[in-house]
């Protein structure tokens, strides 16, 4: 649940920064306007908009119904990719040092104070050697089993809510595409209405179709960027753990010896 509040308190703060900026692009461009015409009446020529400004009047003039969505697609799945990427960098250990303290605990300490050096260390790493050395007088073989079975635990927790992310990347572009047919749906319909095939309202209806593809895709690009360095942040710490559990047992078997 914590989690879950977290990535819904992220999406509000971005939500209302977006709102905001609209809010304040939007005063700005009144007042910049009634200035210019005041000051400039006769003046036929448009200012040249900011990319701030400009990224806004595309957005306006996709329509609000689909922009809308591919744009709560964005912020969603950005909440949830920096929750994931604070999460995983919080879990990432140092796996060497933690070793040389586990193996040093067990030589003075013996298995106890070895558990002790996991308990104050955090990440999966640590919670592995843990589980797996509170079943050493169980056996090697118990050993293995929690060492295996608490690594897979430890996986579906860095792995969880990534699958969101994936969606989002694939809904975005799918909505944009939406968009666009039922643009030049509804441009058609305007020819139809017409009686006449008038290049003003084939153009103006295709330009307004084609803008929900492109921030679709857009959306689609910025998520698979975070997504692909999530991944590639799991499978470190994976490949991390699986080099781990196989240390903790050779520290086992020759602290046996």
């Known amino acids: 649940m914590k989690r879950l509040f977290s990535i819904l308190a992220i999406a509000g703060m971005m939500a209302f ?4 900026a609209n809010t304040n692009a939007i005063t700005t461009s009144s007042a ?3 200035a210019t015409t005041i000051q400039e009446p006769d003046s036929a020529a448009e200012p040249e908009l900011g990319f701030t400004q400009e990224l806004k009047k595309r957005f306006i003039e996709g329509g609000p119904g689909f922009m809308g969505i591919v744009l709560l697609c964005l912020i969603l799945g950005l909440a ?3 929750e994931r990427i604070i999460f995983l960098n919080l879990s990432t250990t140092n796996t060497k040092k933690l070793t040389q303290n586990v193996e040093d605990a067990l030589q003075s300490g013996g298995v106890e104070a070895a558990k002790e050096v996991c308990r104050n260390t955090k990440g999966p790493v640590a919670s ?3 589980q797996g050395l509170d079943r050493t007088d169980e056996g090697m073989d118990a050993v293995e089993k929690a060492v295996v079975a608490y690594g897979g635990v430890q996986m579906g927790q860095l792995e969880k809510n990534v699958s969101w992310i994936s969606l989002f990347i694939a809904l ?7 968009g666009t047919v039922i643009g030049m749906i509804q441009a058609f319909d305007k020819i139809e209405a017409a009686g006449d095939m008038q290049p003003s309202l084939v153009a103006g209806g295709i330009k307004v179709a084609l803008l929900t593809t492109v921030f679709g895709l857009v959306v689609a690009i910025i998520l698979q960027v975070f997504y692909n360095y999530i991944i590639a ?3 470190s710490i994976v490949n991390d753990m699986e080099d781990a559990s196989i240390t903790l047992m050779d520290l086992l078997i020759r602290n046996k010896k």
């Open 32 to 34: 910049t306007t009634v």
């Open 128 to 130: 592995i050697f843990y």
């Open 17 to 20: 920064g977006t709102v905001n």
């Open 233 to 235: 942040k799991i499978d």
């Open 172 to 178: 975005a572009p799918m909505l944009g595409f939406m």
């Open 80 to 82: 949830i990719a920096i």
